[in-house]
């Protein structure tokens, strides 16, 4: 049929999901008369619409009778595997399977997805695409139990982010971490990290990971106080542990100044000893002056008497 026009909506990503034939395959068979008047256009717009690949559908007549379809495809937000079965999620939330014919890029999400985080987790993928810094460093999202994971291209490890909410900050936060930090560092050092808290990053380390003599890697030797002033603010408690144990043995040489104390104390006793010896020979002259003028007086007497026999 040589009046039939098919229209496909244009995007920046061509999508092939519908092909021009399988169309007209169907306009063949709702026009068994290959007569364009006798097309049965509200049923051949139902058909079309029912195709899993397709958005939405118009079929019409135009003044030069000619029959036109426009259709529009649906375009994947992303890729999902649950429960072992893998298809596709555009931005309206709806399902539709994996074509055999064409395969659309977009981001892999792994794990049970409810269908109401759909909407949320396209938004967030939509973030990732328009974003030059995440979209290099992100390939793939999986949930695990509540917690959604970034799974990046850099290494083995995985950006733990928790729930949907404030992706900006957690984004931000990691894309810090990774310029101020990791940029130095063998990224299989890492397990996880994780941007799920509020103001800070928690990172689990691989075990089977063995790091090298330097962690610095590839840095420009103008930057390579950056990463030595890095840990030294992740380790701070640890010189205020050390001072506080260095800071239990002052108290012991103040004991050894109290002790001095008690000296002079014995200082001054000796110095009063003296005094108590001095006012000792007192009373002994005193004793000594009455022996001598009991010994006058007694004289004095003897010198009477001897006077008043005369």
């Known amino acids: 049929?040589?009046?039939?026009?098919?229209?496909?909506?244009?995007?920046?990503?061509?999508?092939?999901?519908?092909?021009?034939?399988?169309?007209?395959d169907l306009v063949k068979q709702f026009n068994p008369t290959k007569k364009i008047g006798d097309v049965k256009i509200p049923e051949l717009e139902k058909k079309i619409n029912e195709i899993p690949f397709v958005d939405s559908a118009n079929v019409y007549m135009n003044l030069n009778g000619n029959l036109n379809v426009d259709i529009?495809?649906?375009?994947?937000?992303?890729?999902?595997?649950?429960?072992?079965?893998?298809?596709?999620?555009?931005?309206?939330?709806?399902?539709?399977?994996?074509?055999?014919?064409?395969?659309?890029?977009c981001m892999l999400v792994m794990g049970d997805v409810e269908a109401s985080e759909y909407q949320e987790l396209g938004k967030l993928i939509e973030k990732i695409d328009k974003d030059d810094f995440s979209k290099k460093y992100f390939i793939g999202i999986k949930k695990e139990k509540d917690n959604y994971n970034l799974l990046t291209s850099d290494g083995n490890y995985k950006v733990e982010i928790g729930d949907l909410e404030n992706i900006d900050f957690k984004v931000k936060g990691f894309k810090t971490f990774v310029e101020k930090y990791l940029v130095y560092q063998n990224?299989?050092?890492?397990?996880?990290?994780?941007?799920?808290?509020?103001?800070?990053?928690?990172?689990?380390?691989?075990?089977?990971?063995?790091?090298?003599?330097?962690?610095?890697?590839?840095?420009?030797?103008?930057?390579?106080?950056?990463?030595?002033?890095?840990?030294?603010?992740?380790?701070?408690?640890?010189?205020?542990?050390?001072?506080?144990?260095?800071?239990?043995?002052?108290?012991?040489?103040?004991?050894?100044?109290?002790?001095?104390?008690?000296?002079?104390?014995?200082?001054?006793?000796?110095?009063?000893?003296?005094?108590?010896?001095?006012?000792?020979?007192?009373?002994?002259?005193?004793?000594e002056k009455k022996k001598e003028t009991t010994s006058k007086s007694s004289s004095d007497k003897k010198k009477k008497a001897k006077v008043v026999v005369e």
């Not at 049929?1 to 169309?23: C, G, R």
């Not at 649950?82 to 659309?104: A, C, Q, W």
């Not at 108290?251 to 006012?279: A, D, G, L, R």
């Open 1 to 24: 049929m040589e009046n039939v026009s098919i229209n496909m909506n244009q995007t920046k990503t061509p999508v092939y999901f519908v092909d021009e034939k399988d169309i007209k």
């Open 72 to 105: 529009k495809q649906r375009i994947p937000i992303f890729r999902l595997n649950k429960n072992g079965k893998d298809f596709y999620v555009d931005e309206k939330g709806v399902e539709f399977p994996i074509s055999r014919n064409f395969s659309y890029p």
């Open 187 to 287: 990224p299989n050092k890492y397990k996880k990290i994780s941007v799920k808290y509020n103001n800070q990053i928690v990172t689990t380390l691989n075990p089977y990971f063995k790091e090298n003599d330097s962690i610095l890697r590839n840095a420009p030797k103008i930057e390579i106080t950056k990463p030595e002033e890095k840990p030294t603010q992740l380790l701070a408690s640890v010189p205020v542990k050390t001072e506080t144990k260095k800071a239990e043995p002052k108290p012991e040489p103040k004991k050894e100044i109290k002790k001095t104390e008690p000296k002079k104390s014995e200082v001054k006793k000796e110095s009063s000893k003296p005094k108590k010896v001095e006012k000792k020979p007192e009373p002994k002259k005193s004793s």
